[in-house]
């Protein structure tokens, strides 16, 4: 058996067309779902993203606090150690003048005794600071005294050129007076004076030998 179409060509082609458009409504329908879904699948992924990074914003918000209240330590150790720094670059060029005391009753002869002692630093000009010269000498101690022989003297020297920091120990004067008293039996003496120099050794470590 034959089928024949009755319709006029003009609703065929409408039916055509509708079905036509059905077919790519749908299509387009599909493909609305499918960015739907992918739309949402990166906004669940961002949304992730997003809390962790609060979570670690979070985390360093807390490790820049602890890092604050730990810098404050810091600084007062900075501030600490530069002192220090100062402190310790005073006394490399102080004289401890109780020191020099101390030292010069260690190393003095029994046969010597002096009549007048002095000591001078050298110090930076505008300043209170010692100020080493390029030699590395800090100062200097003058004296006076008097000895019963000249031996005695210049075992005095020898001596002062034991102490740590004490260098170029020098008589500049050196005689030998009459009879004491009025006695000629009365022994003579010897009338010195003389200097030595301070080194910067004598300011941190200078020591009398025991």
Not at 18 to 38: C, F, H, S, Y
Not at 95 to 113: A, E, F, K, R, T
Not at 150 to 162: F, G, K, N
Request: glycine share 8%.
């Amino acid at each position: 058996m034959t089928e024949v179409n009755l319709l006029p060509p003009e609703l065929r082609h409408r039916q055509r067309t509708r079905q036509l458009t059905l077919a790519i409504v749908a299509g387009v329908a599909v493909v609305l779902l499918l960015l739907v879904g992918v739309f949402l699948l990166e906004s669940a992924r961002v949304g992730r993203i997003n809390d962790a990074l609060d979570a670690q914003n979070a985390r360093n918000g807390q490790l820049q606090a602890r890092i604050n209240v730990l810098q404050r330590f810091d600084q007062l150790k900075q501030q600490v150690d530069q002192r220090q720094v100062l402190v310790q670059g005073l006394e490399a060029t102080d004289v401890l003048w109780s020191g020099v005391l101390h030292d010069l009753s260690m190393v003095i002869p029994n046969q010597v005794y002096l009549t007048q002692m002095s000591g001078t630093v050298n110090v930076a000009a505008g300043s209170s600071t010692t100020q080493a010269s390029p030699q590395g000498l800090i100062g200097t101690l003058q004296f006076q005294g008097i000895s019963l022989t000249h031996p005695d003297v210049a075992l005095w020297l020898t001596r002062l050129s034991e102490v740590d920091g004490w260098v170029n120990p020098w008589v500049s004067q050196s005689t030998k007076s009459g009879a004491m008293g009025t006695s000629n039996t009365a022994p003579t003496t010897v009338i010195f004076s003389g200097t030595v120099d301070l080194s910067t050794a004598a300011a941190s470590s200078g020591r009398a030998p025991q």
